[in-house]
């Protein structure tokens, strides 16, 4: 099937796509820097590149928080309530 | 046009006919239902039909203004896509349930008063519960009886609070509420609302249920009961300042339970906690544009989350299960369903393109313009989680990621399915890049362009670097087989005690009063009983025989006159008119 070509032609390519992810990566942060800022009230339009140290900061608390708890005490046999 | 044919009429009427048919025409007729329903939305004119009076109480079926055509809109396309995904299921009851269901939240959306809103919400709870009993195993029934309950539990909160508001206003008008003017009936009303729109501390029936549903089934829950909640919120709770707060919690809420759940449709079901949350947040910041935001984001969420709940769904058809931890490598199996998964996840998640972007970014937006960074923040965070679970973890362990030791035999899906996919999909794009088409249905008019640098900017950079840390941190997120806590453990828990209770205490108390009962009790009934008997054969069998022994004797004197002798009568005839004479004179 055509589809199934296209996702292991992909697959097959994956360093050159993280290379490309990587490049995207600086080149969103960079096109923050020119972002013109003239009605910028807050600090969230302030401050250059807030979404991506947001993004950073966020992901990764999201993660230890919530796997956290859920460690700590959510977290339960599948057959918990019989 | 002064008539108007209501659109639930299709499905309560087609509900009932549905059985009459067999084979093709059946299946041609479970389409040709909701075709019409969107026939008669698309015809339908702003203004106020079906107007009646009973019980003294003045009713209205119809109110049709920009508000209910939006939800009205989605509701009867969904409808469409969900009968066309449904269409392989043989048992009558499945499509029934789903067209009553479908009827009866159109039925709430259009309602003008409480008491037509309030019928219509009871028919949907017990309509849509047999989607769930449809799954037809040990936890799906058990999952559908709490589902139930606490809907009843809903319905009667929203009950209290409609009679309360009638005593105090007269009224059972239901129109836009000022918070300054809101007390108890309001507040009750607001609580029965919040229940079905899954709001905190009233949502754990959701993640419990919708996980449990039929393949087919999760796919109409998942669109109904919430936004009609939303519509219902928007319709009378605009600027309640708990409702941004509490929305705003949900968002976060639902993606952090995503991040640790393993089943896909209890990942999903918790994002339907969260995506909920921003439309509650929409109108409980309550200006035009976040009431906007919430519809627009109500007619977008309904199709991609449908969309996945379809993708979820396939998978779990195919394969037998939905546990990330016992999937993997499904690509090369299924890859029309990824395709298909993958567009209902970057919509969610608000890429540029896809129908997320032009919808969730009006409330966020919204949220900004109002000043309110802290909320905007908040959820710029669960655009996060959004992103990380949905589109990432899922599609990851799903569809990449390990194949378990014993491969799975999967195909892709029924054509009816792929087509209901590939048609949703394409309803997500459509969205996604003429925002016009969707933007001309809401409400209020109001001017939003999604497509702006400073959006796309911190868009593109809360997905992009989300999609960084999932790379970074994959193994962290890897699925555990587990069941998380939440908080349906107080009632289930709570009615375990109770039955423990009911076994220690109810129980044996019962046997003693009915051991009391047999000793203490039964004995005076008979003493009693003994005591009537003796009174009534002595006292009043004495007066009744008595009278009977007269009457007897009597009897027998009369027989002896009563010879069959015609001279002997008329002798005693004349023997008495003569000594009757005798006394008159």
């Known amino acids: 099937m055509n589809v199934l070509k296209i996702i ?17 990566l600086g080149a969103l942060v960079l096109f923050d820097l020119f972002l013109p800022r003239d009605n910028a009230h807050y600090i969230v339009d302030k401050v250059y590149a807030f979404w991506t140290l947001f993004a950073l900061a966020g992901c990764f608390l999201l993660i230890k928080i919530s796997k956290g708890i859920a460690h700590l005490f959510l977290s339960k046999d599948e057959d918990y309530y019989g | 046009m002064d008539s108007w044919i209501h659109p639930a009429l299709f499905f309560f009427v087609g509900a009932l006919l549905l059985p009459l048919l067999r084979g093709k025409a059946k299946k041609g007729f479970i389409l040709l239902i909701p075709v019409a329903a969107i026939v008669s939305v698309a015809f339908a004119r702003y203004g106020v039909y079906g107007a009646y009076h009973f019980l003294g109480v003045e009713g209205v079926f119809g109110r049709v203004d920009k508000l209910s055509m939006v939800f009205a ?31 009866s939240a159109l ?11 309030f019928i219509f919400w009871e028919i949907m709870a017990f309509s849509s519960v047999f989607l769930i009993w449809y799954r037809k195993e040990k936890k799906s029934i058990e999952a559908g009886f709490r589902y139930l309950m606490f809907h009843v539990f809903g319905g009667l909160l929203f009950f209290a609070g409609m009679m309360l508001y009638y005593h105090k206003t007269g009224s059972f008008a239901f129109n836009s509420i000022l918070p300054a003017n809101a007390s108890w009936p309001e507040y009750l009303i607001l609580a029965g609302f919040a229940l079905n729109a899954a709001v905190l501390p009233l949502h754990a029936w959701l993640p419990d249920a919708y996980p449990e549903a039929s393949v087919e089934g999760a796919v109409f829950l998942c669109a109904f009961t919430t936004k009609t909640a939303v519509y219902v919120l928007a319709r009378g709770f605009t600027g309640f300042e708990i409702l941004a707060i509490m929305g705003t919690a949900m968002t976060v809420f639902g993606v952090c339970y995503a991040v640790i759940e393993n089943d896909i449709r209890r990942v999903l079901a918790y994002h339907i906690i969260s995506q909920v949350g921003y439309m509650v947040a929409g109108v409980g910041i309550g200006t035009a544009m976040a009431v906007n935001g919430a519809a627009a984001h109500a007619f977008a969420h309904i199709l991609y989350k449908a969309l996945l709940f379809m993708g979820a769904g396939s998978v779990l058809y195919m394969t037998g299960t939905a546990k990330l931890s016992r999937l993997g490598g499904l690509y090369k199996y299924m890859p029309l369903t990824m395709i298909f998964y993958i567009v209902g996840a970057v919509s969610i998640s608000g890429f540029p393109l896809f129908s997320g972007f032009v919808s969730k970014s009006m409330i966020v ?47 892709e899906p029924p054509l009816n399915m792929l087509w209901a996919m ?70 289930r828990k709570g009615t375990l005690l109770f039955m423990k209770f009911d076994e220690k205490v109810i129980a044996p108390f019962d046997t003693l009063w009915g051991e009391l009962y047999r000793t203490l009790g039964l004995r005076a009934l008979f003493k009693n009983a003994e005591l009537s008997y003796f009174f009534d054969q002595r006292a009043i069998d004495g007066v009744v025989d008595g009278t009977a022994y007269s009457v007897m004797s009597f009897g027998s004197v009369v027989k002896k006159m009563q010879t069959g002798k015609i001279q002997t009568y008329i002798g005693l005839s004349l023997f008495l008119f003569f000594a009757i004479l005798w006394l008159v004179l």
């Open chain 1, 8 to 24: 292991e032609y992909l697959i097959a390519k994956a360093a050159p796509l993280k290379t490309a992810f990587f490049v995207f």
């Open chain 2, 73 to 103: 809109w989605v509701f009867v396309i969904m409808a469409f896509l969900g009968a066309l995904y449904a269409l392989h299921r043989e048992e009558d009851g499945h499509h029934m349930a789903g067209f009553f269901y479908v009827g």
């Open chain 2, 107 to 117: 039925g709430a959306l259009f309602a003008g008063d409480y008491l037509t809103l």
């Open chain 2, 365 to 411: 937006s919204a949220a900004h313009h109002e000043g309110r960074i802290w909320l905007m923040s908040w959820l710029n965070l669960a655009g996060i989680g959004t992103f990380l679970s949905v589109g990432l973890k899922v599609t990851y362990f799903t569809f990449f990621g390990k194949e378990p030791a014993e491969p799975l035999q999967a195909k």
């Open chain 2, 422 to 491: 590939g048609l949703t999909a394409l309803l997500c794009l459509i969205i996604g890049v003429f925002p016009q088409t969707l933007y001309v249905l809401l409400p209020f008019p109001v001017e939003y362009h999604p497509y702006n640098l400073a959006h796309l900017s911190e868009s593109m950079q809360i997905l992009a670097f989300t999609g960084l840390v999932f790379y970074l941190m994959v193994k962290k997120l890897s699925p555990e087989v587990k069941l998380n806590l939440d908080v349906d453990y107080f009632y």
